[in-house]
């Protein structure tokens, strides 16, 4: 309770706040409501205003999306360019940690040691020649923090949404392998992967938390253990208490990464028109349809903000050349 789908990671692995779960959270509390149309965009029309029933965080977040009037398209670079900065904010870290907690990238930055080390190794083991040995110690060094780090970023998408960076690592993973395998230094490569894979879980879900920290993590952690097995009698129970329980909880399971199998414990049974999710068909539909819309609504909303944080790594000609 009081945790929005947004702030899930944040509470649960310190990760970066989610400001399209935020706005799905939003919408099912009444705030908003969200218009996907047939030309892909989507629209986030106001309904409400927020007062001081949510935190002060989420006032920000709300009243900085709505600044230019009651309709946003969030599937334009403005909304994009908020997704980014709201995802640089933690929310209710200092509750969550106690003061001499330490620094959890300072660590992060520690265990790349790891990696730059294995790959002054492969560098070595590489050949014998001493001019490139030292090319390739130094090439492959930098190339071990990087791997390192993506390894460990990883780690932090393990139970939320936003799959990207466990794909990146497991990437990762194989390329360093392969690289100690033919480098002659397989056993270097395995520990230095199981080093950054025990790093970034350390990282993730360490550290000297607070009680409430500890508190939400494990419940953050049941929920979605609950979520993703639920049975077809505790169904039947929930929706008896509550008609709109499936979309009541949908954000918070897309947002654990968990709407698939929470959808198909819901079998053949027909749901309503989603209540804040305004779609162009009209009807009964099953939970998994549902479940399939909504994840291809925040897909659209995400979309831009993906964009741009993958051109910050193309070269400027590229960019210009594609445009």
């Known amino acids: 309770e009081g945790i929005t789908a947004g702030e899930i990671g944040s509470h649960l692995t310190a990760a970066g706040a989610d400001l399209t779960m935020m706005v799905f959270t939003w919408a099912e509390l009444g705030y908003l409501r969200i218009c996907p149309d047939k030309r892909g965009r989507v629209y986030l029309q106001r309904y409400m205003d927020m007062g001081n029933e949510r935190t002060a965080f989420e006032n920000r977040c709300f009243y900085t999306l709505f600044s230019r009037g009651d309709v946003v398209d969030a599937t334009g670079i403005a909304y994009a360019r908020l997704c980014i900065k ?58 071990g923090v990087i791997v ?118 819901f079998g053949r049974r027909k749901m309503d028109q989603c209540p804040y999710l305004i779609s162009r068909v009209s009807g009964k539909r099953s939970a998994e349809d549902w479940a399939h819309l909504l994840a291809d609504t925040a897909d659209m909303m995400d979309m831009r903000a993906r964009q741009m944080q993958i051109e910050k790594w193309i070269p400027i000609h590229i960019q210009i050349g594609k445009k």
């Open 86 to 143: 709201v995802s640089a904010t933690i929310s209710g870290v200092k509750e969550m940690y106690t003061r001499r907690a330490g620094n959890a990238l300072l660590f992060r930055a520690i265990c790349c040691g790891i990696g730059c080390f294995s790959g002054i190794c492969y560098g070595n083991n590489f050949t014998t020649d001493k001019t490139w040995r030292i090319v390739l110690a130094v090439v492959l060094g930098i190339l």
């Open 148 to 265: 390192a780090w993506a390894i460990q970023d990883g780690m932090y998408r393990l139970h939320i949404r936003g799959k990207l960076p466990i794909y990146i690592a497991s990437a990762a993973n194989l390329l360093w392998l392969v690289l100690g395998i033919w480098s002659g230094s397989w056993l270097i490569g395995i520990c230095a992967v199981l080093a950054q894979i025990l790093s970034g879980l350390a990282a993730a879900y360490g550290g000297r938390r607070s009680e409430l920290g500890r508190h939400d993590a494990a419940q953050v952690l049941g929920l979605r253990h609950f979520v993703k097995h639920l049975q077809p009698e505790e169904i039947t129970r929930l929706m008896k208490n509550d008609p709109d329980y499936f979309f009541n909880m949908a954000p918070h399971a897309l947002a654990m990464g968990v709407i698939k199998p929470f959808a198909v414990a």
